[in-house]
Nanobody, 113 residues
Framework: QVQLVESGGDLVQPGGSLRLSCAASGFMFRNYRMSWYRQAPGKERKMVAQINESHSTIYADSVKGRFTISRDNSKNTLYLQINSLKPEDTAVYYC???????WGQGTQVTVSS
Protein backbone atom coordinates (compact mmCIF):
# COMPACT_ATOMS: atom_id res chain seq x y z
CA GLN A 1 0.00 0.00 0.00
CA VAL A 2 1.01 3.61 -0.49
CA GLN A 3 2.99 5.02 2.42
CA LEU A 4 4.29 8.55 2.85
CA VAL A 5 6.36 9.30 5.94
CA GLU A 6 7.31 12.92 6.55
CA SER A 7 10.10 13.94 8.91
CA GLY A 8 12.39 16.84 9.76
CA GLY A 9 9.97 19.27 11.37
CA ASP A 10 11.11 21.15 14.43
CA LEU A 11 10.79 24.31 16.53
CA VAL A 12 13.04 26.95 14.98
CA GLN A 13 13.63 30.65 15.40
CA PRO A 14 12.63 33.14 12.70
CA GLY A 15 15.26 33.26 10.01
CA GLY A 16 16.25 29.65 10.57
CA SER A 17 16.27 26.74 8.15
CA LEU A 18 14.94 23.22 8.01
CA ARG A 19 15.06 20.31 5.59
CA LEU A 20 11.96 18.17 5.45
CA SER A 21 11.99 14.65 4.03
CA CYS A 22 9.24 12.38 2.76
CA ALA A 23 9.97 8.68 2.38
CA ALA A 24 7.63 7.11 -0.15
CA SER A 25 6.79 3.46 -0.74
CA GLY A 26 4.11 1.28 -2.31
CA PHE A 27 4.04 3.01 -5.68
CA MET A 28 6.38 3.89 -8.56
CA PHE A 29 7.73 7.12 -7.06
CA ARG A 30 9.66 8.25 -10.14
CA ASN A 31 6.47 8.27 -12.23
CA TYR A 32 4.52 10.67 -10.03
CA ARG A 33 4.35 14.41 -9.66
CA MET A 34 5.02 15.08 -5.96
CA SER A 35 3.92 17.99 -3.81
CA TRP A 36 4.39 19.50 -0.39
CA TYR A 37 1.31 20.91 1.32
CA ARG A 38 0.94 22.66 4.63
CA GLN A 39 -1.93 23.23 7.02
CA ALA A 40 -1.83 25.91 9.67
CA PRO A 41 -4.16 25.75 12.69
CA GLY A 42 -7.70 26.64 11.69
CA LYS A 43 -6.83 26.93 8.00
CA GLU A 44 -7.23 24.72 4.96
CA ARG A 45 -4.42 22.59 3.60
CA LYS A 46 -2.60 24.33 0.74
CA MET A 47 0.07 23.29 -1.71
CA VAL A 48 3.37 25.14 -1.33
CA ALA A 49 5.66 23.34 -3.80
CA GLN A 50 5.49 20.74 -6.52
CA ILE A 51 8.00 18.81 -8.61
CA ASN A 52 7.12 16.74 -11.64
CA GLU A 53 8.69 13.62 -13.09
CA SER A 54 11.15 15.77 -15.07
CA HIS A 55 12.16 17.71 -11.93
CA SER A 56 10.38 20.90 -13.04
CA THR A 57 9.15 22.83 -10.03
CA ILE A 58 6.45 25.32 -9.08
CA TYR A 59 5.96 27.24 -5.84
CA ALA A 60 3.26 29.17 -4.06
CA ASP A 61 3.95 32.90 -4.16
CA SER A 62 4.28 32.99 -0.37
CA VAL A 63 7.33 30.68 -0.39
CA LYS A 64 9.11 31.57 -3.64
CA GLY A 65 12.79 32.22 -3.11
CA ARG A 66 12.77 30.57 0.35
CA PHE A 67 11.60 27.00 -0.29
CA THR A 68 13.26 24.47 -2.58
CA ILE A 69 11.63 21.18 -3.47
CA SER A 70 13.73 18.30 -4.75
CA ARG A 71 13.52 14.55 -5.18
CA ASP A 72 15.87 11.59 -5.17
CA ASN A 73 14.26 8.85 -7.23
CA SER A 74 16.99 6.37 -6.27
CA LYS A 75 15.88 6.73 -2.64
CA ASN A 76 12.14 7.25 -3.26
CA THR A 77 12.44 10.42 -1.19
CA LEU A 78 11.06 13.92 -1.56
CA TYR A 79 12.69 16.91 0.13
CA LEU A 80 11.76 20.46 1.04
CA GLN A 81 14.54 22.86 1.99
CA ILE A 82 13.07 25.78 3.90
CA ASN A 83 15.16 28.91 4.48
CA SER A 84 14.45 32.27 6.08
CA LEU A 85 11.64 30.80 8.11
CA LYS A 86 8.85 33.13 9.22
CA PRO A 87 6.25 32.68 11.97
CA GLU A 88 3.59 32.37 9.27
CA ASP A 89 5.33 29.23 8.02
CA THR A 90 4.17 27.47 11.18
CA ALA A 91 2.08 24.49 10.05
CA VAL A 92 1.95 20.76 9.65
CA TYR A 93 3.70 19.87 6.40
CA TYR A 94 2.54 16.94 4.27
CA CYS A 95 3.81 15.35 1.09
CA UNK A 96 1.54 13.89 -1.57
CA UNK A 97 1.77 11.89 -4.76
CA UNK A 98 -0.59 13.73 -7.09
CA UNK A 99 -3.34 11.44 -8.31
CA UNK A 100 -3.13 9.12 -5.32
CA UNK A 101 -5.46 9.64 -2.33
CA UNK A 102 -3.00 8.86 0.47
CA TRP A 103 -1.59 11.35 2.95
CA GLY A 104 1.14 10.83 5.50
CA GLN A 105 0.97 11.85 9.14
CA GLY A 106 2.73 15.14 8.46
CA THR A 107 5.59 16.83 10.27
CA GLN A 108 5.18 19.89 12.50
CA VAL A 109 7.14 23.05 11.74
CA THR A 110 6.92 25.75 14.38
CA VAL A 111 8.64 29.10 13.90
CA SER A 112 8.87 31.10 17.06
CA SER A 113 11.37 33.08 19.10
Amino acid sequence: QVQLVESGGDLVQPGGSLRLSCAASGFMFRNYRMSWYRQAPGKERKMVAQINESHSTIYADSVKGRFTISRDNSKNTLYLQINSLKPEDTAVYYCKAEGLPSWGQGTQVTVSS
